[in-house]
């Protein structure tokens, strides 16, 4: 719930700006650092530093180097006490961002590496069959004996070999 109200919040304010774009890719990385650098989460969701201190980090580490809308928002974030949902708050801004522009992302399952035509290929027959632009990134899964898995907008398509064997033996128990 928190992350969905400031998501869209910080979507709005960037519609507004007319840096939906620049703020995803500025959300993205400040959501990464957030998980990567321990000693960046610690010092800005610590209680023993004060606001105004994480404020001062932050306008010295970040200002110039991403935008003003972004900045004021982590300030927002910093005063709520909201830091640690940077990350789920990204998320949600990348979904409105994908939302409005008819995008879905998804994950291409396979047992090996797939070549970029196939994938493209799949994503244009996703994208046939759900109406909107579909992105999907491909994803090694070695439990994979052949064939793929798809999943798109919380829906999976499994045309793996297993999966299929499952359907076959479904339809001989008819």
């Known amino acids: ?44 969701g610590s209680p023993a530093v004060t606001k105004e201190k994480k404020k001062e980090f932050a306008e010295i580490v970040l200002r110039g180097r991403v935008s003003d809308e972004m900045v004021n928002f982590l300030f927002v974030l910093i005063d709520k006490d909201r830091v640690w949902h940077l990350a789920r708050i990204a998320k949600v801004y990348r979904r409105r961002f994908d939302e409005e522009r008819n995008v879905a992302e998804g994950k291409i399952y396979s047992a090996a590496p797939m070549p970029e035509e ?3 290929s799949t994503e244009k027959a ?49």
């Open 1 to 44: 719930m928190i992350a969905q109200a400031y998501g869209n919040a910080l979507y709005e304010a960037a519609q507004a700006a007319g840096k939906e774009e620049q703020i995803l890719e500025e959300a993205a990385c400040l959501a990464e650092l957030m998980e990567t650098e321990e000693s960046f989460r610690k010092f800005l």
């Open 118 to 120: 196939q994938v493209e």
């Open 126 to 174: 996703m994208s046939r069959l759900l109406g909107k632009r579909v992105e999907l990134e491909n994803e090694v899964d070695a439990r994979l004996l052949g064939g793929m898995k798809i999943q798109v907008d919380g829906k999976l398509l499994d045309r793996s070999l297993k999966g299929e064997l499952a359907l076959l033996l479904a339809a001989l128990k008819r």
